[in-house]
């Protein structure tokens, strides 16, 4: 039986029952004393015998879960539901996930009630949307408003349906470091650490300004107006104020300071006073735990009732030991692995699940408070929910029942549960693109060729993010790159003929999930295309080289107007920060210049 996540007891016996036709869920389910549930708060017994279905629930959080259980059950069966007896309970009270909706997608409304809705049935009980500039704040429009933000309004519709969901919708505003768009507008840039961009200790890219400076005396007051603006729009009692790679700290307006009383010893004390002012909203903080990880010493000083948001995203990220540092420290925490597709375009599986495995080890062992599932939009957010749904739904079962995980069952949940596709064709094709990047024989953390050769930004702006993809022609043979071309193309052709056994649906519904992930596909074959171009220019086969610039112009044309068309339907705000990659490769293609 296809449950995720997979329940901790499950038995079958002989017989049915069948659903009477045209009955509300629970017309037909007896509720049996809460004793009889196991001894966990969100713990449930489920019974189907020939005579009907009972349940059994220590909590309103036990019942939502017995609920989603009986839900996918009559999804897999129709009404005649196969007898059997399910208790189960949770590994992690807190199961979350995080969407980033700050780098240059930021989801519509409808769109986000139905991620929550889609979260809630795979038990998740906590939301967070990243946000660094983009909830419309009503005094820096002028920063947000290129970008698209979400509106106090549809903040409170989205938290008034996750309570319905039994999700925390948590306000998450970083409030130290990431905050480039803020820090850029003129009468904000006072309050940077920096005043101007710098390169990289090795050179290859500028980090621009985007720390606050902790001792200026308007870095407070500028919080304070965020959070006062921002927190009355959640009913959650935690805030996740980020507060991750400061990494201007000590180069600029405190430079003396953090030289006087270490750069540790500064970002602790400002964490501190974030603290007051997050405990006197009547909050409990949440931050990155990545700062404070580098100076062990200063872990205990922490205010004991923040919660520390332990974060990694490579396969061997040292969770045990850093969560081990939270644990002895009596500092509660979270383990929060990622998803992998940031800089991917569609996906880096098998990192993604041996991370999404190694937090949750780590996480059961140490005492965990929860496990976050993070999915990031760096390089501007060119890949979609399509794409993230597989580790959303794999680190969700993880965080549930980390044992009773099978990825095996993948394809016929998400074929059922997100793709709405019975040919399990588009979710067989998004596992496998998901691992389409293993063909090209290079690995890099938190990218893939795929992802970044496409989308790497002008080589003038020496930006962080996909700052490798024009390198990565000269490092892979071409018929590496022809191979996972090929099984891109094999991919598209899988989601095209799934496509077309069926009617097109709702924009926001599961249907639109499958064009979201064939044009992310075709993003990535471009790819391919764009790095076989740069050898053929390299190699003076010039013939070849404008046979090749003149089919990449087409393709790359076609894909922007429908880029353009899908992009409404799903996100606000505009494309540009999102794809502009597709102009800068026509351009390269013009200009007829490899960038490597």
Same mark, same amino acid.
């Given at each position: 039986?296809? +449950?995720?996540?997979?329940?901790?007891?499950?038995?079958?016996?002989?017989?049915?029952?069948?659903?009477?036709?045209?009955?509300?869920?629970?017309?037909?389910?007896?509720?049996?004393?809460?004793?009889?549930?196991?001894?966990?708060?969100?713990?449930?017994?489920?019974?189907?015998?020939?005579?009907?279905?009972?349940?059994?629930?220590?909590?309103?959080?036990?019942?939502?879960?017995?609920?989603?259980?009986?839900?996918?059950?009559?999804?897999?069966?129709?009404?005649?539901?196969?007898?059997? *007896?399910?208790?189960?309970?949770?590994?992690? !009270?807190?199961?979350?996930?995080?969407?980033?909706? /700050?780098?240059?997608?930021?989801? *519509?409304?409808?769109?986000?009630?139905?991620?929550?809705?889609?979260?809630?049935?795979?038990?998740?009980? %906590?939301?967070?949307?990243?946000?660094?500039?983009?909830?419309?704040?009503?005094?820096?429009?002028?920063?947000?408003?290129?970008?698209?933000?979400?509106?106090?309004?549809?903040?409170?519709?989205?938290?008034?349906?996750?309570?319905?969901?039994?999700?925390?919708?948590?306000?998450?505003?970083?409030?130290?470091?990431?905050?480039?768009?803020?820090?850029?507008?003129?009468?904000?840039?006072? +309050?940077?650490?920096?005043?101007?961009?710098?390169?990289?200790?090795?050179?290859?890219?500028?980090?621009?300004?985007?720390?606050?400076?902790?001792?200026?005396?308007?870095?407070?007051?500028?919080?304070?107006?965020?959070?006062? $603006?921002?927190?009355?729009?959640? /009913? &959650?009692?935690?805030?996740?104020?980020?507060?991750? %790679?400061?990494?201007? +700290?000590?180069?600029?307006?405190?430079?003396?300071?953090?030289?006087?009383? &270490?750069?540790?010893?500064?970002?602790?004390?400002?964490?501190?006073?974030?603290?007051?002012?997050?405990?006197?909203?009547? *909050?409990?903080?949440?931050?990155?735990?990545?700062?404070?990880?580098?100076?062990?010493?200063?872990?205990?000083?922490?205010?004991?009732?923040?919660?520390?948001?332990?974060?990694?995203?490579?396969?061997?990220?040292?969770?045990?030991? %850093?969560?081990?540092?939270?644990?002895?420290?009596?500092?509660?925490?979270?383990?929060?692995?990622?998803?992998?597709?940031?800089?991917?375009?569609?996906?880096?599986?098998?990192?993604?699940?041996?991370?999404?495995?190694?937090?949750?080890?780590?996480?059961?062992?140490?005492?965990?408070?929860?496990?976050?599932?993070?999915?990031?939009?760096?390089?501007?957010?060119?890949?979609?929910?399509?794409? &993230?749904?597989?580790?959303?739904?794999?680190?969700?079962?993880?965080?549930?029942?980390?044992?009773?995980?099978?990825?095996?069952?993948?394809?016929?949940?998400? &074929?059922?549960?997100?793709?709405?596709? !019975?040919?399990?064709?588009?979710?067989?094709?998004?596992?496998?693109?998901?691992?389409?990047?293993?063909?090209?024989?290079?690995?890099?953390?938190?990218?893939?060729? +795929?992802?970044?050769?496409?989308?790497?930004?002008?080589?003038?702006?020496?930006?962080?993010?996909?700052?490798?993809?024009?390198?990565?022609?000269?490092?892979?043979?071409?018929?590496?790159?022809?191979?996972?071309?090929?099984?891109?193309?094999?991919?598209?052709?899988?989601?095209?003929?799934?496509?077309?056994?069926?009617?097109?649906?709702?924009?926001?519904?599961?249907?639109?999930?499958?064009?979201?992930?064939?044009?992310?596909?075709?993003?990535?074959?471009?790819?391919?295309?764009?790095?076989?171009?740069?050898?053929?220019?390299?190699?003076?086969?010039?013939?070849?080289?404008?046979?090749?610039?003149?089919?990449?112009?087409?393709?790359?044309?076609?894909? %922007?107007?429908?880029? $353009?068309?899908?992009?409404?339907?799903?996100?606000?705000?505009?494309?540009?920060?999102?794809?502009?990659?597709?102009?800068?490769?026509?351009?390269?293609?013009?200009?007829?210049?490899?960038?490597?």
């Amino acid at each position: 039986m296809n +449950l995720l996540p997979t329940p901790r007891s499950l038995q079958k016996s002989p017989g049915s029952f069948s659903l009477p036709e045209r009955v509300p869920l629970l017309r037909p389910v007896k509720i049996l004393p809460a004793a009889s549930a196991p001894e966990h708060s969100e713990g449930y017994a489920l019974n189907i015998t020939p005579r009907g279905v009972e349940i059994a629930f220590r909590s309103a959080a036990g019942r939502r879960a017995a609920l989603a259980t009986l839900r996918q059950v009559i999804r897999q069966h129709g009404r005649r539901l196969p007898c059997l *007896r399910i208790r189960d309970w949770p590994d992690f !009270a807190r199961r979350g996930v995080m969407l980033d909706v /700050s780098r240059g997608r930021v989801p *519509r409304l409808a769109t986000l009630l139905d991620l929550a809705e889609r979260l809630a049935d795979f038990k998740i009980n %906590e939301l967070q949307l990243y946000t660094e500039h983009t909830f419309a704040y009503r005094r820096y429009k002028p920063v947000w408003q290129s970008w698209g933000a979400l509106t106090a309004n549809e903040i409170r519709t989205l938290a008034a349906r996750c309570r319905e969901l039994g999700i925390d919708l948590v306000p998450n505003q970083n409030s130290f470091g990431h905050l480039r768009e803020f820090l850029a507008h003129p009468p904000l840039a006072n +309050l940077a650490e920096v005043p101007a961009p710098y390169a990289s200790a090795a050179g290859d890219f500028l980090r621009y300004p985007s720390t606050l400076a902790p001792n200026h005396p308007g870095t407070l007051p500028f919080l304070r107006g965020l959070y006062d $603006e921002l927190l009355p729009n959640f /009913s &959650s009692r935690f805030f996740n104020v980020g507060c991750d %790679e400061t990494w201007d +700290l000590g180069r600029g307006q405190s430079k003396k300071l953090c030289a006087r009383r &270490s750069q540790g010893r500064v970002y602790l004390d400002f964490l501190k006073k974030i603290h007051r002012e997050v405990a006197c909203r009547k *909050r409990t903080m949440m931050f990155w735990g990545d700062i404070i990880l580098k100076y062990p010493q200063l872990i205990r000083e922490l205010p004991h009732d923040a919660v520390a948001l332990n974060w990694g995203y490579e396969a061997d990220h040292p969770f045990n030991a %850093e969560a081990a540092r939270f644990a002895k420290a009596k500092i509660p925490f979270y383990v929060c692995p990622g998803t992998s597709t940031w800089q991917t375009l569609t996906g880096k599986h098998d990192n993604a699940f041996a991370n999404l495995r190694a937090a949750a080890r780590a996480g059961k062992k140490h005492g965990a408070r929860g496990y976050l599932i993070t999915d990031w939009g760096d390089g501007g957010h060119p890949q979609p929910l399509a794409v &993230s749904w597989p580790l959303f739904a794999a680190g969700a079962a993880l965080a549930w029942n980390a044992k009773g995980f099978n990825e095996a069952q993948l394809p016929a949940v998400l &074929s059922r549960d997100i793709f709405d596709d !019975a040919s399990g064709k588009v979710a067989a094709a998004a596992l496998r693109l998901g691992r389409a990047h293993r063909k090209l024989g290079v690995t890099a953390p938190n990218e893939t060729p +795929l992802g970044t050769v496409v989308a790497a930004y002008p080589a003038a702006r020496r930006e962080l993010f996909c700052r490798n993809g024009p390198k990565w022609f000269s490092k892979i043979p071409a018929p590496k790159i022809r191979v996972a071309l090929r099984e891109i193309d094999r991919q598209i052709e899988m989601i095209r003929s799934a496509k077309a056994d069926r009617q097109v649906g709702s924009a926001n519904g599961k249907k639109v999930l499958t064009r979201e992930l064939e044009l992310a596909a075709r993003m990535a074959a471009e790819s391919c295309h764009f790095m076989l171009w740069q050898q053929a220019v390299v190699a003076g086969q010039g013939v070849k080289a404008r046979r090749l610039a003149l089919a990449g112009i087409v393709r790359l044309k076609k894909i %922007e107007r429908e880029f $353009e068309r899908y992009w409404p339907a799903r996100n606000k705000g505009s494309t540009r920060k999102c794809a502009s990659f597709l102009h800068w490769r026509i351009a390269d293609y013009r200009r007829g210049q490899t960038l490597g």
